[in-house]
């Protein structure tokens, strides 16, 4: 699909971890990492490029705002309001970017998660590629996955909330 949004229906406690594993069939598969705190209209998170396939061409279409960022890298990623055109769209933080180790054509194992309080934090094979401080406090949130192009399989999804009240 061009695009598929993959998430949480009900909101979970904002301490919590979101993990599974991927597996991306296409080496142009943009994937964001994504959490909607409660209450507001905003999304933070991650965009992720898989890495660099030999032989994979760039794809006529194309996903702005995500094509400056390189394959093999993440980027901090924001939902911001566009007064011009009226409308919400993505945007990249900042343009640095970290390593990340997300090869197309094998699966992978991915988690999303706020355990320190304020701090999102997205880890792939099991290592760190990226963090950013988010706006939550105690309140509740959905996390979930924005997926570009490419087929991407998903599988052993799961949430686990921390400190539940």
Known sequence: PARAP???????????RFEGEMHLSDCNTIVSFLLSPSGLSTNQGFIVRPTKVKGCKRP???????????PGKV???RR????K?????????DQRTNPAPLPAGEWVTFALDT??????????????????DVPISDSEVRPGLL???????????????LDKP
Request: aromatic letters at 8%; proline letters at 6%.
């Open 75 to 77: 980027a901090n990623l």
């Open 6 to 16: 993959v998430g949480v229906s009900e909101p979970v406690h904002a301490r919590m």
């Open 147 to 161: 997926l570009y192009g490419g087929t991407v399989k998903l599988r052993n999804l799961r949430v686990t909330e």
């Open 115 to 132: 355990i320190q309080a304020g701090v999102l934090v997205l880890e792939i094979n099991g290592k760190e590629a990226a963090r950013q």
């Open 85 to 93: 055109h009226n409308v919400f769209d993505f945007e990249l933080d």
């Open 60 to 70: 006529k279409t194309m996903y702005l705002p995500f094509d400056p960022l390189p």
């Open 80 to 83: 911001v309001f566009l007064e």
